[in-house]
């Protein structure tokens, strides 16, 4: 296939590893299993990945495979239509028209504000939107959020920075970070040992899966949890010295209802004279300062670690009847498998509602989903297809069958009790993948063509 475009809003490749350069950005995935089975880094620095050896893997990745000249970037979409053929066109003005769509914007990707930031006329930036040239050093910096970026991001700025003040809203568990760097003959070993790659690589992977099964199911022994718990918390006291923030580091909610994070000095650096922990959300935003509870902090920066609009990126798509995706799903996003939703012909998502993880790979996922978008493509041009939709009855049980698989999982409010991205406004999961990930692969190796209206 050599008839196709990529519109990328950015001005590089990378997606949430150009957009995310903030202090500490890592991935929190082993580089050799987040990283493509087709293409191999044997090289990785060290187990988990940072963002810049992610993004230049990523360029490598589109320059061997000569994707560059097929890319436009600074291209945002303004508009995607289906009159018979997808029409698309760019805030830049541009049109193009296309047999196919396919939608790589991710979930989250949209950062997500807290109500009255515009009120600060100081310095603000979302680690989502990291702005690398913003100096930390010798200033009073307060994050607004104590989630995945902050967990990596707090330690780094309280380096340079003069005072630090951390607004948690609501605890996370955080685990070690077994983190080390590869050295070279290992990574030689794994470049030239036939084998040896693919077994660490199927290493990490099992070891996700068991990670589901002992955290997600809560049917599981419950020891197995309370050991986990057990651990996670002694962390906290054997590495917070001030006795009086154990119990608000401490979730209220079961691990894996959240993502566990992984961290090695997050909780450390509560330690530092320069950090000072606050257990309590921002209520409001003045000039330079931000409150809390009544109580005023006067500071030079505010960082938003406070995560995305989650799924909230694909009103630009209008279907048969021209409404958008989001007005179809109105605010409960579904998908069959994740990827093809009625009425909109043609379209597919790549990990689309139903698909997120929270213990795996998602490359995996990807992987998978193309593989089963180029069988139904394939399929189409074998027989003199122009149009492929699936049928409104065949999504719907795709939908409920998730949703089934779901109502005993750790993730659910009334379960591990926690409020999540995972669910929408209404406390329905509608993000997650039901299983491990080995069953979303054999769900959906082969399509079945009958699933969908071919014309």
Known sequence: MNSFVILEKAPEVGGTWWYNKYPGCACDIPSHLYSFSFCPKYDWSKVYPTQPEILQYLKDVTQKYQLYPHIRFNRPVQDASWDGQWRVRTATGELYVSQFLVLGVGALHVPSYPMGHN??????VHTGEWDPTIDLKDKTVAFVGSGASAVQAVPEVAKTAKQVYVFQRTASWVSEKKDGAYGRLFSWALKWVPGVRQLLR????????????????????????????????????????????????????????????????????????????????????????????????????????????????????????????????????????????????????LLG??????????????????????????????????????????????????????????????????NSWYQNKQGKLYTLWRGQTFSYWWTCRTPRFNDFYFA
């Open 202 to 349: 199927w290493f990490y992977y099992w070891r996700g899966e068991l990670f589901f099964r002992l955290v997600f199911t809560p049917t599981q022994p419950k020891t197995n949890r309370d050991d986990i718990e057990g651990k996670l918390t002694q962390r906290i006291h054997d590495e917070v010295k001030d006795k009086s923030l154990w119990d608000d580091l401490t979730p209220k909610y079961m691990v894996g209802c959240k993502r566990v994070l992984i961290s090695n000095d997050y909780y450390k650096s509560f330690n530092e004279p320069n950090v000072k922990f606050i257990p309590r959300h921002v209520d409001s935003f003045g000039d330079h300062s931000v409150t809390s509870k009544g109580e005023k902090y006067d500071v030079d920066v505010v960082v938003c670690a406070t995560g995305f609009k989650v799924g909230r990126g694909l009103q630009f798509v209008h279907g048969k009847d021209g409404k958008d995706m989001e007005e179809q799903w109105n605010d409960c996003q579904a998908a069959h498998h994740g990827i093809t939703v009625p009425n909109f012909p043609n379209a597919f998502i």
């Open 119 to 124: 009120q600060f006329v100081g310095r603000m």
């Open 353 to 418: 509602p139903g698909t997120a993880l929270g213990h795996n790979s998602v490359v995996w996922m990807i992987e998978v989903q193309l593989s089963y978008i180029i069988q139904l493509m394939t399929h189409m041009r074998k027989a003199g297809h122009a149009v492929c939709e699936v049928k409104n009855d065949v999504w719907a049980k795709s939908v409920a069958e998730n949703q089934k698989g779901l109502e005993n999982k750790v993730w659910q409010r009334n379960i591990g009790g926690c």
